[in-house]
């Protein structure tokens, strides 16, 4: 499944040419379905529920063979273990804390895997976006972070988030390429040679 129509690619590519028209700075936009699998979550709660699946049945004096209390707790821990791992549910079982902590690290991976550290001046910026957990995250390379103005990134990502959580991923992306290009072209506006160092499409990953 796309996350974006054609045509909405199709305008994205041609919102980031625009932006890097006017700056030596270079945009990459990665969009990703999720930024881990987070396995550890379902296992750890249907492993907790097996557990304390014999407990009602203390409660109302029903009495279990031994066999019989391991067969339920067995049968908990399938049947939640398989359940819990439906993406919407799963979801719901980690802390916001770590799914940001998640698509951070995703991030910086992809910030090196797109070779954002390689321009010539050290202006790329990278947007970051992580569908499942609906969250931005915004990173530029050291010669753009170094002049921008502390808070910067926080508004366009918070903008941004709002278009995600809206549904509006297309226009989220070209608002935000829009932004990062005016703040690139005020700090590093483009020279005679101005080349096109890194891919303008979407990445999808």
């Known amino acids: 499944m796309a996350f ?3 045509s909405e690619k199709d305008q994205l ?25 987070y396995y550890y979550y379902p296992t750890l709660w249907a492993a ?9 049945f203390e409660w109302f004096a029903v009495s279990f063979a031994p066999l019989g ?7 908990t821990f399938m049947l939640l273990g398989l359940l819990l791992r439906v993406p919407a549910i799963k ?7 770590v799914q940001r902590a998640y698509c951070a690290r995703r991030a910086r991976e ?14 790329g910026v990278l947007l970051y976006v992580s569908v499942a957990e609906h969250h931005i995250e915004l990173l530029a390379d050291a010669g753009i972070h170094a002049r921008v103005p502390a808070g910067t990134w926080d508004t366009i990502v918070a903008e941004f988030t709002a278009q995600l959580r809206a549904g509006r991923i297309g226009a989220g992306f070209c608002t935000a390429v829009q932004t990062v290009g005016e703040h690139l072209a005020g700090h590093f506006p483009a020279d005679a040679a101005n080349p096109n160092e890194l891919p303008d499409h979407l990445i999808e990953i």
Not at 48 to 56: D, E, T
Not at 69 to 75: D, K, M, P, S
């Open 4 to 6: 974006l129509t054609d």
């Open 13 to 37: 590519r041609a919102v980031i040419r625009q932006a890097e028209a006017r700056t030596a700075g270079e945009i990459v936009t990665v969009i990703a379905r999720a930024s881990g699998d």
């Open 91 to 97: 979801l719901r079982l980690v802390p916001r804390a």
């Open 69 to 75: 209390v391991i067969e339920l707790q067995l049968l």
């Open 48 to 56: 907790l529920a097996a557990i304390l699946a014999p407990l009602p």
């Open 110 to 123: 992809q910030f090196l895997a797109q070779n954002l550290h390689t321009t010539r001046e050290r202006t």
